[in-house]
């Protein structure tokens, strides 16, 4: 039994309705053993529902798309070639299941290309070689001038993997025991699960991002078109977009995934003209790789969070 004090998270809703439907999805994420935050706003009303907004919390592979977003400007800039060839060899880069970082040998891929491996399939090695040329310290200065005070970068993704073998060996199963162990106990025995010391958000940060993307009002237009088109090829549609499935609907999305963390932020537009920026960050309070009642409750989050923000 934790001793962990019981959270009571803060709502957000423009009137009762809404406030009704944030305490409708955190008590069904409760039932299921998920701790987070959720925020979902309708960016042309601005009429907004969640819960827990303000809570930092390590981002795993979300922390992709601000990283995106800084390396596109630079390429609107003029300051790099989307076209440079870079070669990722699997003996430096980092790990991970898909993309570059699940090759054997050494291959070369275009700057532009690193981009779309990174956000389709989350290629933890395509951001770790981007990172090679637009470092964690200059991403991060970029996000304090834009102004996203809620969105920290202070880390490459291979640290993710580093930190947790430091504290687990080899043994994921065991680092993934020793964060739902640390969740309920209130520590951090993997750096990266701190967040103190992990990269880091909040929903409502991640949200606001999403809304100054989607509505150009940071960084160039041409890197805020591209980052759009980019998170629409994005593969994985197991959470936020599960219960959004429709030809009248079009999900613009990056997942991120590590030990107990799920995560999505995103866009659905829809033919209606509705636009709803999410952003939904759990932690699971039980031990286990797989867990689609989890998924699928963000993708119930998402569907109700866009159907009471909808314009009728």
Excluded at 13 to 32: F, N, P, Q, R
Excluded at 88 to 105: E, H, K, M, Q
Excluded at 121 to 131: E, M, T, Y
Excluded at 268 to 278: C, I, K, P, T
Aim: charge should be negative; glycine fraction near 8%; aromatic fraction near 4%.
């Amino acid at each position: 039994m934790s001793g962990a004090a019981v959270h009571h998270p803060v709502y957000t809703g423009d009137h009762g309705a809404l406030l009704d439907v944030a305490e409708t999805i955190a008590s069904e994420w409760a039932a299921l053993g998920m701790r987070g935050s959720f925020l979902a706003r309708n960016l042309d009303t601005g009429e907004q529902l969640g819960f827990g907004a303000d809570e930092s919390t390590p981002l795993a592979s979300v922390v992709k798309v601000p990283l995106a977003l800084v390396v596109l400007d630079r390429i609107a800039a003029g300051e790099l070639d989307p076209a440079q060839p870079v070669t990722v060899d699997p003996a430096t880069s980092s790990v991970g299941p898909t993309g570059l970082a699940a090759f054997r040998y050494p291959a070369t891929v275009a700057v532009a290309d690193l981009l779309q491996l990174m956000l389709s399939v989350s290629d933890n090695a395509a951001a770790d070689a981007l990172l090679d040329l637009v470092p964690v310290a200059d991403i991060d200065a970029r996000l304090r001038a834009w102004g996203c005070d809620g969105i920290r970068m202070r880390h490459r993704m291979n640290h993710l993997y580093e930190c947790a073998a430091g504290a687990a060996g080899n043994d994921f199963s065991l680092a993934l025991e020793l964060a739902v162990r640390d969740e309920r106990a209130g520590r951090h025995t993997i750096e990266t699960l701190d967040p103190a010391r992990a990269n880091t958000g909040t929903a409502a940060a991640l949200v606001g991002l999403l809304h100054r993307v989607w509505c150009d009002e940071i960084a160039g237009p041409r890197a805020t078109a591209e980052l759009r088109r980019l998170m629409g090829l994005q593969v994985f549609t197991q959470r936020l977009a599960s219960e959004l499935r429709a030809d009248t609907l079009r999900w613009f999305g990056k997942t991120g995934t590590f030990l107990h963390l799920r995560h999505e932020i995103g866009v659905l537009e829809a033919d209606s003209g509705d636009r709803v920026a999410m952003a939904a960050l759990t932690r699971a309070d039980r031990i286990a790789g797989v867990a689609a009642d989890i998924d699928l409750a963000i993708g119930v989050a998402g569907r109700e969070a866009f159907q009471a923000l909808r314009c009728r």
